[in-house]
Nanobody, 128 residues
């Protein structure tokens, strides 16, 4: 099983980045995928989730209207388009998979305590 996040980098405030999460080794379209982030000295935060079929998406309040999650099940990849970035968005971003992380019924556990699989992170740095 592998989840590989990529697309991080250094961007100026107000800029954009597109993160990708490429998955292999499990039945991708059975799993909801979440994006998480963790800044130094802060707890891990659930940023967004997309349901297994892609029909339901959820966002933490601080990124609503700026971030968009999507998935391409044919390519086993999930994307996180991040616009209007601010220094507060700087963190290591991770993707993770779990069949029940979110669904049409909601995003019950944004913190992601019971995710099945985790990927390594990608660093996002935002300069002011």
């Amino acid at each position: 099983v592998q989840l590989q996040a990529s697309g991080g980098g250094l961007v100026q405030a107000g800029g954009s980045l597109r993160l990708s999460c490429a998955a292999s080794g499990f039945t991708f379209d059975y799993y909801a995928i979440g994006w998480f982030r963790q800044a130094p000295g802060k707890e891990r935060e659930g940023v967004s989730c997309i349901s297994s079929g892609g029909g339901s998406t959820y966002y933490t309040d601080s990124v609503k209207g700026r971030f968009t999650i999507s998935r391409d099940n044919a390519k086993n990849t999930v994307f996180l388009q991040m616009n209007s970035l601010s220094p507060e968005d700087a963190a290591v971003y991770y993707c993770a998979a779990d069949p029940h992380y979110c669904s049409a019924y909601g995003w019950i556990n944004p913190q992601g305590y019971d995710m099945s699989y985790w990927g390594k992170g990608t660093q996002v740095t935002v300069s002011s």
